[in-house]
């Protein structure tokens, strides 16, 4: 069994601080998923999903527990910063390994811009005396701060704001099942099935708009140098806030869906203005919830959402620098805070520069959305084919379930969502691929090849520990 602080057999110092326990790695995978998330997305996946919006997030943790428990695999066999830039790239080899970290840029990269971009339009449309420029400097401006200090005050910071979000939700789901109870709305089990319009193809691109509020759990896997109790609590963390997440993602989806003032005219036009679930909660309580719901929204996808957001891009952007394939000066460590500090203070800076520039643009959120989504989705696919190559066929496991059965369903399943995805998403995400290749390619003539340190042959203990996983 690798010990957690073996970052040594790869060559490497044991820079960040392990500070995280349990408890701070399930709020920190629930405040980067959002457990309100599908507030601000909810018209687009019914409209998506021909009113099956339950249905489509259902499909979506089934989805990706298959990816959690990959994710567990390949964590407990490389227990270091990098997420699936690592996995692929000591499970399969360097230069694959290069391009799902490229791939997974397209995620971890945008995802703090988005989030930023959503919360200051949100706030804009509450406050309109302040403009979007201003929301998006104040929430890059405090979050930097924030992660600047150390990952015990983000920790801090983000439970307490993780409190507030379920109190919001809470205050939600029992309105709304009074409301209906009182003949408010309309009962209903359309939101899971609905004979009319339902088609797996419609449901699995309805999917591929829903996994945006999963994206977080998997983010968790970064945190692997700074988790007391190393790769074993980052897996059970995954997996707890992928099931719990999804649970309350359902639940509010079904009594929304029950709650939409006008259903054929959400299928038909969609939610332009994305205010869809806030005018379902009007119709259960008034529009003081309808308020409530959208400022907490708001609120959440700005500070906590991208607080940890920029937790794991930064950690992601020095894993690849300190292998040489990203500038060096990303994998800099603040000796008095232990956090990749240059990584951090870029991550500030590009999000309020990509938020900024795609508040010009009329289809800015939904470009960002797709292309999260795509990045995410193949990173994933990429994933489970490490857990194969790296388990069964260099370690010759014979854990079938574990190392085959297990990733095999959760790439296939991925893959039809990905097939069935936004159009624009599949070129935007596989022309970010070519340039990766480009990248790729100039690296190879440059004479820096991808290599990663403390690359070996899997030994015999080695492959009977991964025989008991």
């Avoid at 959690?68 to 390994?97: D, H, K, L, T």
């Amino acid at each position: 069994m690798f010990d957690q602080d073996e970052l040594t057999r790869y060559g490497y110092q044991q820079e960040l601080s392990r500070q995280l326990r349990f408890r701070d790695l399930l709020a920190y995978g629930l405040v980067y998923m959002v457990p309100i998330a599908p507030m601000a997305i909810f018209g687009s996946v019914y409209a998506g999903s021909g009113g099956m919006v339950a249905l489509a997030y259902a499909i979506g943790v089934v989805a990706l527990v298959f990816t959690a428990f990959s994710y567990a695999q390949m964590v407990r066999a490389f227990p270091m910063s990098g997420s699936v830039y690592n996995y692929a790239g000591r499970g399969i080899s360097p230069p694959v390994g290069f391009l799902a970290g490229w791939v997974i840029l397209l995620d971890y990269v945008l995802v703090p811009g988005l989030l930023y971009l959503v919360a200051s339009v949100a706030m804009h449309s509450t406050v309109p005396a302040v403009p979007v420029w201003a929301w998006l400097l104040g929430f890059v401006a405090v979050n930097t701060v924030v992660n600047s200090v150390g990952i015990r005050m983000t920790a801090v910071v983000t439970r307490v704001m993780l409190v507030g979000e379920l109190i919001v939700l809470a205050i939600f789901l029992a309105v709304a099942g009074w409301a209906i109870t009182l003949g408010k709305g309309r009962f209903s089990w359309e939101a899971f099935y609905n004979p009319d319009t339902f088609t797996w193809s419609i449901v699995a691109g309805a999917v591929s708009i829903a996994v945006l509020s999963f994206l977080g759990f998997d983010g968790i896997s970064m945190l692997a140098e700074e988790a007391k109790g190393g790769a074993r609590q980052i897996g059970r963390a995954m997996a707890a806030v992928l099931v719990l997440a999804g649970v309350l993602f359902i639940a509010q989806t079904w009594l929304a869906a029950m709650l939409v003032p006008n259903p054929s005219g959400l299928l038909v036009d969609g939610d332009p203005n994305g205010t869809a679930f806030y005018d379902a909660a009007a119709v259960a309580g008034g529009s003081w919830l309808a308020t409530l719901c959208a400022v907490a929204t708001a609120a959440a996808w700005g500070l906590p959402n991208s607080m940890v957001a920029q937790v794991a891009t930064s950690r992601l952007l020095y894993a690849m620098a300190r292998d040489r394939q990203l500038p060096a000066f990303l994998a800099r460590v603040s000796i008095r805070r232990s956090v990749p500090i240059n990584a951090t203070l870029l991550t500030g800076a590009v999000s309020l520069a990509l938020g900024l520039y795609m508040a010009t643009r009329a289809d800015g959120i939904t470009l960002l959305s797709s292309l999260i989504n795509f990045g995410a989705l193949v990173a994933f696919l990429v994933l489970h084919v490490s857990v194969v190559v790296h388990h069964l066929i260099r370690g010759r496991s014979h854990n079938w379930w574990a190392h085959l059965v297990m990733p095999a369903v959760g790439f296939a399943i991925l893959a039809y969502v990905v097939v069935n995805a936004n159009i624009a998403a599949q070129r935007l995400g596989l022309a970010w691929l070519a340039l990766g290749v480009l990248v790729l390619a100039g690296l190879y003539v440059s004479g820096r090849r991808p290599v990663l340190s403390g690359l070996a042959p899997a030994t015999s203990l080695q492959r009977r520990d991964v025989e008991r996983v």
